[in-house]
């Protein structure tokens, strides 16, 4: 059975640093392409950031600059170092799959920006 478990969210202040991991129980993971996705309160979700299993990386454009997606195969993992994170950065975020994302999401780690 496919499991996501995220970390790593928390409280912190404009213009401050978050690392979320994840670990992912899923066959063949080091040739799917992971993703970021985020949730914040009466919004849909959104995709973050993206990274195959070479290593290519793909950011929707409200990060770039600030967000790293990065990725430990001999783990099952992937992560997202946030910087200079901003109060929209407020949401519930997500690892899974890309494109299609696993019908089964983990519980989300909340990340929150006091500005």
């Known amino acids: 059975q496919v499991q996501l478990v995220e970390s790593g969210g928390g409280l912190v202040q404009a213009g401050g640093s978050l690392r979320l991991s994840c670990v992912a129980s899923?066959?063949?993971?080091?040739?799917?392409?992971m993703g970021w996705y985020r949730q914040a309160p009466g919004k849909q979700r959104e995709q973050v950031a993206r990274?195959?299993?070479?290593?290519?990386?793909i950011y929707e454009e409200f990060v770039k600059g600030r967000f790293t997606i990065s990725r430990d195969n001999a783990k099952n993992s992937v992560y997202l170092q946030m910087n200079n994170l901003k109060s929209e950065d407020t949401a519930v975020y997500y690892c899974?799959?890309?494109?299609?994302?696993?019908?089964?999401w983990g519980q989300g780690t909340q990340v929150t920006v006091s500005s």
């Open positions: 899923i066959s063949m993971f080091s040739r799917s392409t």
């Open positions: 899974n799959t890309y494109p299609t994302p696993r019908a089964h």
């Open positions: 990274i195959n299993g070479g290593g290519d990386t």
